[in-house]
């Protein structure tokens, strides 16, 4: 056997372990709701994952502790942690654990259109027919039509995260642009500190139940901080390194479709024959938008890029 081919298992390895630890994540996030409120949960677990990402860029070397492009970076830690993170957080308060990743991972259509709209790029047909079939999957996701509040309130809420997400592809694209050689681990560090004092600062404006300190509370922070966020980003960057684009954006699709299938056999959130056949829409819809065409969505580092070729 090859060394290139060892390298791929080891890269293949590292991508399941990535897509399980992202995946569970969303049961974590939901569970954690019975002892701390959305953001303030947000705000600590950003906090951690501060602590450890500037560790990991200590150890680097000095010169990475340099703050990246102000401006930008705080435009992304605004829509991408603070936009896609708190508001997913909020969604789970009423929503469920698969719905809410499902809608949240549906940031793919709006990188698309956004870029069709701010960076001059052009949409094939086949894009058209996708966003097209991903409106109805979410129309059957919402159900809009049941007018539960609070489920239409967590819907709103997980798509609006989505959103964030893309405008913060957006904003990262036209910093590439004019800052090509900023350090990606560097990024998702200050940008997660700047999110860090940002949610803190809502969470003390925000209301929200007394933190109780239970177990489970100490094991999520643990788990986002340390397993969410250093292991699972850094073993993200030797997948990128070592895989395909196109292999490697297999794990956007199956974070949500597995997220689902852990909710409903975990939390008992069965999506019914509607909802299940809106995701699966959905998850097509992301297929054709992933893979198809000129443009490939790829995560790097705490936010994503579109590729060309």
């Not at 569970?24 to 959305?38: D, F, P, R």
Request: aromatic share 12%; glycine share 8%; charged share 10%.
């Amino acid at each position: 056997m090859s060394v290139t081919r060892k390298v791929d298992v080891v890269a293949l390895a590292g991508l399941f372990l990535i897509t399980a630890i992202w995946s569970y994540s969303w049961i974590v996030m939901k569970q954690v709701m019975l002892y701390a409120g959305a953001f303030e949960f947000t705000a600590l677990r950003y906090f951690c994952s501060s602590l450890l990402l500037l560790l990991v860029l200590a150890i680097r070397g000095r010169r990475y502790l340099k703050p990246t492009p102000f401006r930008y970076t705080l435009a992304i830690a605004l829509f991408q942690s603070c936009g896609m993170g708190g508001l997913a957080q909020w969604a789970l308060l009423s929503g469920g654990a698969g719905k809410v990743a499902i809608l949240t991972y549906t940031m793919p259509f709006w990188v698309v259109l956004f870029a069709v709209l701010f960076l001059g790029e052009r949409m094939r047909k086949l894009h058209y027919l996708a966003v097209g079939g991903a409106a109805c999957g979410l129309l059957l996701v919402i159900q809009p039509w049941l007018l539960h509040l609070e489920s239409l309130k967590s819907a709103l809420l997980a798509i609006l995260s989505g959103i964030c997400w893309g405008i913060s592809v957006i904003i990262a694209k036209r910093m590439y642009v004019r800052y090509p050689k900023v350090d990606l681990m560097s990024l998702t560090t200050w940008q997660m500190v700047y999110a860090c004092l940002i949610m803190a600062l809502v969470a003390a404006w925000v209301p929200e139940r007394p933190l109780d300190w239970q177990p489970y509370l100490v094991g999520a922070l643990a788990y986002s901080a340390i397993f969410a966020t250093a292991i699972a980003w850094s073993l993200w960057l030797v997948v990128l390194k070592k895989l395909p684009a196109g292999i490697a954006s297999l794990s956007t699709l199956a974070v949500p479709v597995t997220g689902v299938l852990l909710s409903w056999w975990l939390l008992g959130e069965n999506p019914g024959p509607v909802e299940g056949s809106g995701i699966l829409l959905i998850v097509l819809a992301l297929m054709v938008i992933s893979y198809r065409g000129k443009r490939t969505v790829v995560t790097v580092a705490g936010e994503t890029r579109i590729r060309h070729g």
